[in-house]
């Protein structure tokens, strides 16, 4: 099962939506870093269910629980990486597995039921979408906030993101120039992260009515991390686009990405998106950013923008047309259970996750190991 991923830092990511618990195991991460835990589990917070009406009604507390790689220093008091794989637990607290019982005979449209049964010979757990969930970014979450701790007290580097769409809703976009770190941090501390006020209360308006009419409805998550150095990453198949994409395919529901412009530029001439070299003090810039911060899968030293696109939730309670396995006959599915309306609300902490793994595995490429 490819639940492993990474060259430098290596997780791997354990465990199924209704089973006892689910977590990671984290190789190569740096040996002496004072973890912030607090702002680890803030982290978690961001993402945890049943915290609205418009998200699930599952309430899970997210705690993460240490098995491995971390101590308290003695002379700091600090809890600190040891050098030595770190594992953690997230135990699951509220489940329940009776929802999901029919599913192997009459599966779910677009979702895991019947492409895991295929794969796994009917083994897999299919409770709650067992290991094909999105209740398994939680633990991807620790190991992003873990290295984005990381990447901002040794590199300065800061991620976050906004909520740039959902349904037929557009926030405003990332100014792609001139991302700063407090702004990134403000998002970060934001319930419903975007970057203009009145997008909040008209995509919460388009759940809210795709719920009442037992629907679901899509997003896109914009995520930028700033702080970047110029010269990170290789051309060919291990360019910085290629490196953060697959993490972000890694996500649940993720069904695009795009950097910068992406598919907009499809529309444009050279003239119009090339990003023209311009001395700032010291440093080489680029007068616009329209590429995202790459170019050749090298990093320029601008602020790299991404976004990940997220398909609506399969599971609604809006009764669907599915194949009967064992008669082979269509029948109407009526799906019970405790979902999402809109998984793109909750998604944000995730995306930023997989961009802080991404980050750091080029900078230790780039870089090596040293001490923070």
């Not at 977590?23 to 915290?51: N, T, W």
């Not at 992003?144 to 990381?150: E, H, I, M, N, Q």
């Not at 309670?317 to 259970?337: P, Y």
Request: charged residues 20%; contains cysteine; aromatic residues 6%.
């Amino acid at each position: 099962m490819g639940s492993t991923w990474g060259n430098h830092i290596k997780i791997s990511i354990f465990g199924e939506s209704h089973g006892n618990g689910i977590g990671v195991v984290m190789d190569g991460f740096p040996a002496g870093h004072c973890c912030d835990m607090e702002f680890i589990r803030s982290e978690l917070a961001r993402r945890a269910p049943g915290q609205s009406s418009l998200t699930t009604g599952r309430r899970e507390g997210d705690q993460p629980e240490i098995l491995s790689g971390m101590l308290t220093d003695p002379a700091s008091g600090e809890l600190t990486t040891t050098g030595a794989p770190i594992c953690i637990v997230i135990r699951n607290t509220d489940t329940r597995s009776g929802d999901y019982e029919n599913l192997r005979t009459v599966p779910r449209p677009s979702h895991s039921d019947f492409t895991g049964q295929l794969r796994y010979q009917g083994y897999n757990d299919i409770r709650g979408g067992g290991h094909f969930s999105g209740r398994l970014t939680a633990p991807m979450v620790f190991a992003g906030a873990l290295c984005k701790d990381y990447l901002r007290k040794k590199y300065e580097i800061e991620i976050g993101s906004h909520i740039y769409q959902i349904g037929e809703v557009k926030d405003s976009t990332f100014d792609l120039t001139s991302i700063s770190d407090t702004q990134l941090k403000e998002l970060q501390k934001a319930a419903f992260p975007v970057l203009d006020p009145e997008s909040e209360g008209k995509m919460k308006e388009i759940v809210d009515h795709a719920r009442r009419e037992l629907d679901s409805v899509g997003g896109v998550i914009e995520c930028a991390a700033t702080g970047v150095a110029a010269g990170i990453g290789s051309p060919m198949f291990s360019n910085v686009e290629s490196r953060i994409a697959s993490i972000l395919y890694g996500v649940p529901a993720v069904k695009g990405v795009e950097f910068g412009l992406g598919f907009e530029m499809a529309e444009k001439r050279g003239s119009e998106v090339n990003d023209c070299y311009v001395k700032n003090g010291n440093n080489i810039e680029t007068r616009t950013n329209y590429n995202g911060g790459i170019a050749g899968g090298i990093t320029t030293g601008m602020p790299i923008v991404v976004r990940a696109a997220i398909k609506p939730t399969p599971s609604i309670s809006r009764g669907q047309t599915t194949l009967n396995l064992k008669t082979g006959q269509e029948e109407l599915l009526e799906i019970h259970g405790r979902h999402d309306p809109c998984i793109a609300m909750r998604a944000p902490v995730v995306i930023e996750s997989a961009v802080a793994l991404a980050m750091l595995d080029l900078c230790l490429e780039a870089w090596g190991y040293a001490p923070v």
